[in-house]
């Protein structure tokens, strides 16, 4: 099955620095990365993914880019304030729509 | 529009007993995951369901762990009899479909066994 991972497990990082997280995935299948932001007491929630077909995206502060060949994936949050604080997830999802996630990186931005 | 809902928020039961989870997916979607979230750890696919068919329940303990979605609407999660190892995050989320659709998650029901 697929197997992701996720590095680093904790980042601290001052505002307005940027953050990088990055994620490997063993199944070429895989075609659709999410990456979701994980609060206290919230659901998770979507903030951008990408699909095989793209190498990179960007949505203001926060980009993500996939390298297939070499199958990893990585966040990249720009700018960054406290309300960026909060647990990361990435994903790795296959047609059928079974993700597999990472284990998470807790991301701590001080003001 | 409502997003996913999800009954209790927190439970505490000691083990050997059973439990129930509820899940209220958002309107019109199709297909209905449950996940569990062990602490420190990313959430893993328990169930996956597309309407009232189960697609995928590789991953589910059979032996102690059952899900259904009869109407094709809400779910149930059960755990019977609960063991401590089952102390986790039980996450419920939905999708308009499987593929590329974005999954909305609940906000969870946290399961302490004693």
């Known amino acids: 099955g697929e197997n992701v991972e996720q590095h680093p497990s904790t980042l601290s990082v001052q505002e307005g620095d940027s953050a990088v997280i990055k994620c490997t995935y063993s199944d070429s299948a895989s075609n659709y990365f999410p990456w979701y932001k994980q609060e206290l007491g919230k659901g998770s929630q979507l903030i951008i993914d990408i699909r095989s077909n793209v190498g990179e995206k960007k949505d203001q502060r926060i980009a993500v880019t996939l390298n297939k060949t070499a199958k990893h994936f990585s966040l990249h949050i720009t700018e960054t304030q406290p309300e960026d604080s909060a647990v990361y997830f990435c994903?790795?999802?296959?047609?059928?729509?079974?993700?597999?996630f990472g284990d998470g990186t807790t991301l701590t931005v001080k003001p | 529009e409502a997003g996913v809902a999800q009954s209790p928020r927190y439970k505490i039961i000691e083990k050997r007993q059973s439990v129930a989870f509820w899940c209220n997916p958002i309107?019109?979607?199709?297909?209905l995951y449950w996940y569990q979230q062990i602490l420190g750890q990313g959430p893993k696919l328990l169930i996956q369901f597309q309407n009232n068919g189960v697609v995928d329940d590789s991953q589910l303990p059979k032996d102690r762990f059952s899900a259904e979605r009869l109407k094709g609407v809400d779910s149930t999660l059960k755990i019977q009899p609960a063991k401590l190892e089952d102390s986790a995050v039980y996450l419920c989320?939905?999708?308009?479909?499987?593929?590329?659709?974005?999954?909305?998650f609940g906000p969870g029901t946290r399961l302490t066994v004693l």
């Open positions: 309107s019109g979607h199709a297909t």
């Open positions: 989320a939905s999708s308009l479909t499987t593929g590329y659709n974005e999954q909305f």
């Open positions: 994903a790795a999802r296959s047609n059928a729509g079974k993700s597999t």
